[in-house]
């Protein structure tokens, strides 16, 4: 079984209890808060009251066999690089911190972090394509050169099937799965399906690609330059 441990818990931490009680593992929790720990304790393997600031503390509390670390500190950002070199220094395989800004994240990276984590970064990165299009349903930037995207069928490609509208050579882009409007269900459907004015496209691709064919402003193409990382892709597991 996967153990893992969570130090510090802001909003990131909370939501890594809730995500990994879903699945079999054992959690260790360390926060400096007795009220967050009290309110947490029944959700977890084992929980502590305790200031990770101390090295002591960490390496006391945390094997180094750990299968993964999670930091989330909030806005502690000097803490949150002292606990993370610590990590590392004990032999911590993974390590995955939650930062503040770009600057915090380089240095947590530098430190020993193996991924950084950037909450509000992501989420503005998801919600401003959605602002923009009334086309696009959701935008997930996996990384600088990939974009996974749900996208209402464009008039141009309505009663084709998928070979006719062949996007992969006209846009550069995958065609996944497709579910109804106002349905949460996708399907994998074969390549003489025609496509409808109800239909949303599970794309994957290019961010100036997907802009492109999704009709967004050509500019939205920069926000996927910034490294992302797989996390929940619309409500599924990595």
Not at 140 to 148: A, D, F, K, M, T
Not at 179 to 184: C, F, N, P, V
Not at 194 to 221: C, M, Q, W, Y
Request: overall charge negative; charged content about 25%; proline content about 3%.
């Amino acid at each position: 079984m996967k153990q893992f441990v969570i130090i510090g818990l802001g909003s990131l931490g909370k939501r890594m209890i809730e995500e990994l009680g879903k699945v079999e593992c054992e959690v260790m929790v360390i926060d400096q808060d007795p009220e967050l720990i009290e309110l947490y304790k029944e959700q977890v393997s084992a929980s502590f009251v305790a200031n990770a600031l101390q090295e002591e503390v960490i390496k006391k509390l945390v094997p180094s066999t750990i299968d993964a670390a999670i930091i989330d500190l909030g806005g502690k950002i000097e803490v949150s690089v002292l606990v993370t070199n610590y990590l590392k220094k004990l032999g911590v395989h993974r390590i995955i911190a939650h930062a503040e800004s770009d600057e915090h994240g380089e240095i947590l990276q530098l430190v020993g972090a193996t991924e950084v984590i950037f909450p509000t970064l992501e989420a503005a990165k998801r919600i401003t394509p959605l602002l923009v299009s009334s086309e696009v349903f959701n935008y997930l930037p996996i990384s600088s050169g990939l974009v996974i995207a749900e996208v209402r069928v464009p008039r141009i490609i309505l009663g084709k099937t998928l070979i006719e509208a062949n996007l992969r050579r006209d846009f550069g882009i995958t065609v996944i799965a497709i579910r109804k409007e106002h349905e949460e269900e996708f399907d994998f459907v074969s390549s003489d399906y025609h496509l409808g004015a109800r239909d949303v496209l599970l794309l994957a691709g290019k961010a100036e690609e997907l802009t492109r064919f999704s009709g967004i402003s050509p500019n939205l193409k920069k926000m996927t330059q910034s490294p992302g990382l797989l996390k929940s892709l619309f409500g599924w597991k990595k």
